[in-house]
């Protein structure tokens, strides 16, 4: 059995930064990543990783201001620079997608059960 357990979520106003966390435990899992659904709108892929050692690769909306990083079983998410707009509920995935299907929510068979973020004044 996988679970996947998030932290980091807060409210912070615009410009701050927050630091998520997902920690993995049942075994290893070649792919993690982040996903965030806002209100009204289609969960949308935010960043993946397959290793440590790995390049993350990122929505274009987060490029710049998000940084993923992994160390075994466990990922972060830098995010600096925050906007209204990625206000959300962030939720971390992880599976064995194919790297053309990393963007795609269907190929993650785990998830953890998210958190808020808010950015607002």
């Known amino acids: 059995q996988v679970q996947l357990v998030e932290s ?3 409210l912070v106003q615009p410009g701050g930064s927050l630091r998520l ?5 049942g075994r290893n899992l070649r792919t993690m990543a982040w996903f965030r659904q806002a209100p009204g709108k289609e969960r949308e892929f935010v960043a993946a990783i397959r ?3 790995s390049q993350p690769r990122y929505t274009d909306s987060v490029k710049g201001r998000y940084t993923l990083s ?8 830098q995010m ?3 906007k209204p707009e990625d206000t959300a509920v962030y939720y971390c995935a992880a599976g064995t997608p194919i790297l053309t299907t990393e963007e795609m929510a269907a190929y ?4 953890g059960q998210g958190t ?3 950015v607002s004044s």
């Open 51 to 53: 290793s440590s050692s």
């Open 116 to 118: 808020q973020v808010t």
């Open 8 to 10: 980091g979520g807060a």
């Open 108 to 111: 993650y068979n785990y998830w």
């Open 70 to 77: 992994r160390d075994k079983n466990t990922v972060y998410l």
């Open 80 to 82: 600096n620079s925050l």
């Open 21 to 25: 966390s997902c920690v993995a435990s």
